[in-house]
């Protein structure tokens, strides 16, 4: 790696749930060093999903320390992706967290979630923030932590309490306590920020008994957020924070998606599916409108649809078959022609988008003595594609327009076998990013947007899947097999 002056690279973090990943990109866009950090997840009842908020800094701080090893003192920039709705609450004074975060898969305020819509309150919720009031979105786990954690309610009222998403308990971090502060693509995931006003709803923080003094400031994903203090991180004191985005808007930015017409699908513990809208859409068909992204040019509007369990759903069927890992039940899959009339349907953290049934549970049908591992596997194969499948046509009803195709990223997008399935059962083509990094490099290019006035990137290599043409009989059955088994689970 050539290196002349100070300034030269942009360190772009990307803090996920499994690990936190960061590249080092050079001024053209060039991808020139990278380093990941494993991070663990606790689950210490059914439904409930937490982290150490301590352990997420930890990581962000070993991944930057080892992209400077390489790099030296060249840092124009640093650059923030991260995992969405998770949510960090902490002490301003101490600068220490108050309980563990709670991550964007915990369901512990489903019932509380299902008690407001009883109440009626969903339409107000989804005309302020294109959110239906669900527990996957911080608005409820921050209700729960002023229930249910003592110290909140006194911190609240001294004025004290911080709370946000993990991009905002980053940034305090970086910069030593003096920002507080998050981008609009991950407030437009709290439930608690109004898409349309661009500002914190009063209603919604009563409604869900928050302190609008507890959340942090909101800004373009391209602003200056804040340097870097002394001795935070291996980073220089002064090194600016140039963009901040939720991961997966990222993601979309780094597909070079501009306008409406092509959805990102990133293959990881869950799956999200985005497609940029012609202007703020509500969702008629179980999705989440939301706000991609905001900078120079004004703020672009997007459709969201989350799915809760996706490619975990390979690792946790490998598991339970007794195989080392999700390449060997892939492999095994690819033994069978077809699942053979089983169908998984994996919500074993209940059901996400477009769907949205807390009190569906993981469910296989169709066995006979016929049945082998290998139909099992197949089939968890199976449901991650038509899971995806089942969002992809739900932005089409929503847009009321055909959409071209797929740009898959994330770890399972690698699966050549997986994404050809994914070509066959939405019959459009499937376009993998030849880039691991995709959100990393997304958010990079947004930092070098505010630090040049215009964006960077280098060109991408993408792997094309185009559905076969004898697939359509399977796509009709797998997808028959696959509704029918969805509506006896959710009509149970």
């Given amino acids: 790696m050539s290196a002349g002056g100070r300034g030269e690279f942009i360190i772009a973090v990307d803090q996920g749930t499994t ?187 009563d409604l869900f008994k928050v302190s609008v003094a507890a959340l942090p400031d909101v800004r373009p994903s391209d602003s200056r957020f804040g340097e870097v203090a002394e001795g935070a991180t291996a980073l220089s004191a002064g090194v600016p924070i140039l963009a901040m985005m939720g991961d997966s808007h990222a993601a979309l930015y780094g597909h070079r998606v501009r306008e409406p017409g092509l959805v990102k699908a990133t293959y990881g513990t869950g799956s999200s599916l985005m497609t940029l809208t012609p202007g703020r859409v509500l969702s008629k068909n179980g999705l989440s409108s939301t706000i991609a992204w905001s900078d120079r040019n004004g703020v672009a509007y997007a459709l969201e649809g989350n799915i809760t369990v996706s490619a975990q759903a390979a690792a946790f069927a490998a598991e339970m078959l007794g195989l080392p890992d999700a390449k060997a039940l892939s492999a095994l899959a690819q033994t069978v022609p077809d699942a053979a009339g089983v169908v998984f349907v994996p919500a074993l953290a209940g059901l996400g ?77 499937v376009a993998r990013s030849g880039q691991a990094e995709v959100g990393a490099i997304g958010v990079a290019m947004m930092a070098l947007l505010g630090l040049h006035g215009e964006g960077a990137g280098a060109d991408e290599t993408r792997s094309e899947f185009r559905p076969q043409a004898d697939a359509a009989a399977w796509r009709q059955e797998a997808r028959r097999g696959w509704q029918s088994l969805l509506a006896r689970l959710i009509a149970h």
């Avoid at 995931?189 to 009063?202: A, P, S, Y």
């Avoid at 949205?356 to 197949?378: E, F, K, Y």
């Fill in 353 to 429: 988008a477009p769907h949205w049934n807390d009190n569906v549970s993981g469910t296989i049908s169709g066995m006979t003595l016929a049945t082998t591992r290998a139909h099992i596997a197949r089939a968890t194969l199976d449901a991650i594609v038509l899971q995806i499948s089942d969002v992809f046509t739900a932005m089409e009803k929503d847009l009321g327009a055909r959409l071209d195709g797929l740009l898959a990223d994330g770890g399972a997008s690698s699966n050549d076998f997986l994404m050809q399935l994914q070509a066959d059962v939405l019959d459009r083509p």
């Fill in 19 to 205: 690990n936190t990943k960061a590249i080092l990109v050079d001024a053209a866009g060039e991808v020139v060093a990278k380093a990941s950090a494993p991070l663990t997840s606790s689950y210490p009842r059914p439904g409930w999903a937490e982290q150490s908020a301590e352990d997420i800094w930890a990581t962000v701080q070993a991944v930057i320390a080892d992209i400077v090893g390489k790099a030296g003192d060249k840092i124009a920039g640093l650059a923030i992706a991260n995992q969405r709705e998770t949510l960090v609450v902490w002490n301003a004074e101490t600068g220490k967290p108050i309980a563990p975060a709670i991550l964007w898969q915990c369901r512990r305020t489903a019932k509380a979630c299902e008690a407001l819509i009883a109440e009626g309150r969903d339409p107000m919720v989804v005309e302020a923030t294109g959110l239906s009031i669900n527990a996957l979105f911080p608005a409820s786990k921050l209700a729960w932590v002023m229930e249910n954690v003592a110290e909140a309610k006194a911190l609240a009222a001294q004025g004290l309490l911080r709370a946000g998403t993990v991009d905002s308990w980053l940034l305090y971090k970086l910069t030593g306590g003096k920002e507080f502060a998050t981008d609009h693509s991950n407030a437009s995931r709290t439930q608690l920020f109004n898409t349309g006003t661009l500002k914190w709803d009063e209603g919604l923080c």
